[in-house]
């Protein structure tokens, strides 16, 4: 009964999550556009960050937020190229990420993990929205000069997210295993594990070089500092909440305490401090999803 009330208000809170982005005046949205390196830039607007790989074969696309935004995003492009847009790939399947399938999905293959199309089917996503091309550990497209490949990192944020690698131009799509100064939201009710999500980011730190350029999911563009000091915190706010698991107190007294101060700027964006814990705390105790 707990793991359905859990699963319950998961649901819930990503409901409301999606329709408070819903509610939002789209028309006075407007799309920042920088360059990263290389053929890279970073879209920013409503929902996730967007990646494009703009160059001679075209335009890539990483994740494309809202429908109504795709115009916006459209001629985001077009003020970087006349060249027309080739294909998308999807990091994992919430709405503020591939919203826009609906409408590029007419246009262009979509690219995903395999977990990322059932998710969308489940959601009742309509056939143009859905991935055409799918995987299930990685693949590589050879586009604009270098090398992109896109690898699958199970269980952390969500389970079909993907890490994206432009290799020539040194950048990194992180999607949402990175929300750059801020507590994640790790969706437990779609396979996310907060000790996975830990697990990747120690994985990518050891591999990534010193000078990549990170776009995060969420949050401004990043470097590896940004990265250290992002995994420093879920580490060390995890580490607290667990010894006071390990004490035998409660959800309700865990929250009550609270965390530092100097991770109260973290708790400012969409997962707030208290819910922060809330989601550590059904991950480690594997009580529930939230």
Do not use: C
Not at 252 to 265: D, H, Y
Request: proline fraction near 4%; charge should be negative; glycine fraction near 10%.
């Amino acid at each position: 009964m707990k793991r359905l009330t859990y699963t319950i208000a998961a649901a819930i809170a990503v409901f409301l999550a999606i329709a408070a982005w819903a509610q939002m005046d789209f028309a006075r949205i407007k799309i920042k556009t920088t360059h990263v390196a290389g053929n890279i830039y970073m879209l920013e607007g409503a929902g996730g960050n967007i990646g494009a790989s703009v160059g001679p074969d075209g335009i890539l696309l990483v994740d494309d937020q809202f429908a109504p935004l795709a115009e916006k995003i459209r001629n985001a492009l077009k003020e970087l190229s006349d060249v027309p847009l080739k294909f998308l790939i999807n990091t994992h399947f919430h709405g503020d990420h591939t919203g826009g399938n609906t409408v590029f999905g007419n246009e262009v293959p979509i690219i995903s993990h395999a977990n990322v199309r059932k998710r969308l089917q489940m959601e009742s996503s309509p056939q143009e929205a859905l991935p055409v091309v799918t995987f299930d550990d990685s693949l590589s497209i050879h586009f604009n000069g270098e090398e992109i490949r896109v690898i699958h990192f199970p269980n952390s944020h969500t389970d079909g997210d993907s890490v994206i690698f432009f290799t020539g131009s040194n950048v990194v799509h992180m999607g949402d295993l990175f929300f750059s100064g801020r507590f994640p939201y790790v969706d437990l009710s779609s396979g996310g594990d907060v000790e996975g999500l830990i697990k990747h980011i120690e994985k990518l730190l050891t591999e990534l070089p010193p000078d990549v350029k990170l776009i995060p999911g969420h949050g401004p563009l990043s470097d590896i500092d940004d990265l250290k000091t992002y995994h420093q915190t879920l580490v060390a706010t995890i580490d607290i909440i667990q010894d006071q698991i390990e004490v035998g107190k409660s959800l309700e007294e865990i929250k009550a305490a609270g965390l530092p101060k100097k991770w109260r700027s973290w708790g400012a964006g969409f997962i707030s401090t208290g819910r922060w814990i809330e989601i550590v705390h059904r991950s480690l105790a594997k009580t529930g999803d939230i």
